[in-house]
């Protein structure tokens, strides 16, 4: 066993390396026109009321700052009428330190993370209800975060709860902040824009578990919220998993839309087929059924002279599924014998014009469960090199979609293959975003 390693080691150092098989993660933004969002109307709930889903309306005071337009993708009030629309990646687990504020922003609005003592993750708006000076600026205090400015202290649900100098300070709700579900999964972070109190019964029962491909529905009779999807790939104990991420100056969706197509493989990435650039079948677009709205499409394609795959292993067919899940999660398995590489990305919309995005690479091979220094050694090199080669990728398609314009995120026509993409967008810009 020993000698495998230490022969596979010399493998992965020598040339064939650079060679890597880099699957279709990232591609070119596909070219139609969709059409725009339903009207829809703001709440006209009073204090005291409630939504039309039984949870609780905070005063307008209380309310964050995007209820006043409907069409914002962070809205309650928006059309998607679905909590699942409203879950983003905002880190990678490591990035969050105990007893450290950490600030994310999502469609233009800030918000403060930080997680306690006890391990647990907390959020509210990064803006103090008193001044607006920045919480994440602050330190924790305890379970609270303290403001910068005055010393105020919110405590994990957004409470005032204190108030230094007012031995008889008495809370009242238009000093509190909104508070936030955050959840860990699989080394990311994600946060659900939608305020805790639009959630059944306030959002004190978060889910359990996450969503799986084999999940058969939203809810049982203990998860009253909806929940994340988890790729199969992450329970299985021969995958490994690397972490990388990146800036990209564009709107989002052309981000997310870019991870969806397959005939750029050629054109942009060395490992691509730029003779035979067209899988030579299709499965069309269809729903898979364990969230409310996940697509999946499969080709299968022909491996490029420089291709790892065509390379090391002399596979000369692939088998690729391709897969979104609102509002910005997709997947790329490349099948190729009996290995599997996998890409999820999600991308986080800063702005209009920002984006980070979130790369997450699994592999079966270059992977040992041994737990001696060779086997770690191998595992280690394994990672370093699909970090490395995914950041090429990443970089190759960052230098094309970066250069797409505002104006023309929509094209003017589509083709063939565009049909994810384009069914992406048609449900991006119903539920999510309109632009």
Same mark, same amino acid.
């Given at each position: 066993?020993?000698?495998?390693?230490y022969?596979?080691?010399?493998?992965?150092?020598?040339?064939? *390396?650079?060679?890597?098989?880099?699957?279709?993660?990232?591609? #070119?933004?596909?070219?139609v026109?969709?059409? *725009?969002?339903?009207?829809? @109307? %703001?709440?006209?709930?009073?204090?005291?009321?409630?939504?039309?889903?039984?949870?609780?309306?905070?005063?307008?005071?209380?309310?964050?700052?995007?209820?006043?337009?409907?069409?914002?993708?962070?809205?309650?009030?928006?059309?998607?009428?679905?909590?699942?629309y409203?879950?983003?990646?905002?880190?990678?687990?490591? @990035?969050?330190?105990?007893?450290?504020?950490?600030?994310?922003?999502?469609?233009?609005?800030n +918000?403060?993370?930080?997680?306690?003592?006890?391990?647990?993750?907390?959020?509210?708006?990064?803006?103090?209800?008193?001044?607006?000076?920045?919480?994440?600026?602050?330190?924790?205090?305890?379970?609270?975060?303290?403001?910068?400015?005055?010393? +105020?202290?919110?405590?994990?649900?957004?409470?005032?709860?204190?108030?230094? =100098?007012l031995?008889n300070?008495?809370?009242?709700?238009?000093?509190?902040?909104?508070?936030?579900?955050?959840?860990?999964?699989?080394?990311?972070?994600?946060? /659900?824009?939608?305020?805790? *109190?639009?959630?059944?019964?306030?959002?004190?029962?978060? &889910?359990?578990?996450?969503?799986?491909?084999?999940?058969?529905?939203? +809810?049982?009779?203990? #998860?009253?919220?909806?929940?994340?999807?988890?790729?199969?790939? *992450?329970?299985?104990?021969?995958?490994?998993? %690397?972490?990388?991420?990146?800036h990209?100056?564009?709107?989002?969706?052309?981000?997310s839309?870019? @991870?969806?197509?397959?005939?750029?493989? !050629?054109?942009?990435?060395?490992? =691509?087929? #730029?003779?035979?650039?067209?899988?030579?079948?299709?499965?069309?677009?269809?729903?898979?059924?364990?969230?409310?709205?996940?697509?999946?499409?499969?080709?299968?394609?022909?491996?490029?002279?420089?291709?790892?795959?065509?390379?090391?292993?002399?596979?000369?067919?692939?088998?690729?599924?391709?897969?979104?899940?609102?509002?910005?999660?997709?997947?790329?398995?490349?099948?190729?014998?009996?290995?599997?590489?996998?890409?999820?990305?999600?991308?986080?919309?800063?702005?209009?014009? /920002?984006?980070?995005? &979130?790369?997450?690479?699994?592999? /079966?091979?270059?992977?040992?469960?041994?737990?001696? &220094?060779? !086997?770690?050694? +191998?595992?280690?090199? !394994?990672?370093?090199? %699909?970090?490395?080669?995914? %950041?090429?990728?990443? /970089?190759?398609?960052?230098?094309?979609?970066?250069?797409?314009?505002?104006?023309?995120?929509? =094209?003017?026509?589509?083709?063939?293959?565009?049909k994810?993409?384009?069914?992406? #967008?048609?449900?991006?810009?119903?539920?999510?975003?309109?632009?």
């Amino acid at each position: 066993m020993h000698l495998f390693y230490y022969l596979s080691t010399i493998f992965l150092l020598s040339g064939i *390396a650079d060679a890597f098989f880099r699957v279709p993660h990232l591609s #070119r933004w596909s070219m139609v026109r969709s059409f *725009a969002v339903p009207d829809t @109307s %703001t709440d006209k709930s009073g204090c005291g009321g409630e939504s039309e889903s039984g949870g609780a309306i905070p005063c307008d005071h209380e309310k964050p700052k995007q209820d006043e337009n409907p069409s914002n993708p962070s809205n309650p009030s928006n059309p998607s009428n679905s909590l699942n629309y409203h879950w983003y990646v905002v880190a990678e687990k490591t @990035s969050i330190r105990t007893n450290k504020p950490y600030k994310i922003t999502i469609w233009n609005k800030n +918000y403060v993370i930080w997680k306690t003592v006890d391990q647990k993750y907390h959020a509210i708006d990064n803006e103090c209800s008193h001044r607006g000076a920045s919480l994440a600026d602050g330190v924790v205090v305890k379970t609270n975060i303290m403001c910068p400015y005055h010393g +105020y202290e919110f405590d994990t649900e957004g409470t005032l709860a204190h108030v230094p =100098g007012l031995a008889n300070f008495t809370n009242t709700p238009c000093q509190n902040a909104p508070s936030y579900h955050v959840v860990e999964q699989d080394g990311w972070l994600y946060l /659900n824009t939608v305020p805790k *109190a639009y959630f059944p019964f306030g959002g004190t029962k978060l &889910f359990s578990e996450a969503f799986t491909h084999e999940s058969p529905s939203l +809810y049982n009779n203990t #998860r009253e919220i909806p929940c994340i999807y988890r790729e199969p790939e *992450a329970s299985n104990k021969s995958f490994t998993q %690397t972490l990388i991420k990146a800036h990209f100056e564009n709107y989002g969706r052309i981000i997310s839309e870019n @991870s969806l197509d397959v005939m750029h493989i !050629g054109f942009v990435h060395s490992f =691509g087929n #730029r003779k035979r650039p067209s899988p030579f079948s299709e499965v069309p677009p269809h729903r898979v059924n364990d969230t409310l709205m996940h697509y999946r499409t499969k080709y299968e394609y022909e491996s490029g002279e420089k291709s790892f795959a065509k390379r090391a292993f002399s596979v000369n067919q692939l088998k690729i599924e391709n897969e979104f899940i609102l509002p910005h999660t997709t997947v790329a398995r490349v099948i190729f014998g009996p290995f599997v590489s996998t890409i999820i990305t999600s991308a986080l919309p800063v702005n209009d014009t /920002n984006t980070m995005l &979130f790369v997450k690479t699994y592999r /079966n091979y270059w992977n040992t469960l041994d737990k001696s &220094f060779l !086997g770690k050694m +191998y595992n280690s090199l !394994g990672d370093t090199i %699909t970090r490395k080669l995914m %950041t090429d990728t990443v /970089n190759q398609d960052k230098g094309i979609v970066e250069g797409i314009l505002p104006e023309f995120k929509d =094209g003017r026509f589509n083709m063939k293959f565009d049909k994810l993409q384009n069914t992406y #967008r048609t449900f991006y810009k119903k539920f999510i975003d309109s632009k």
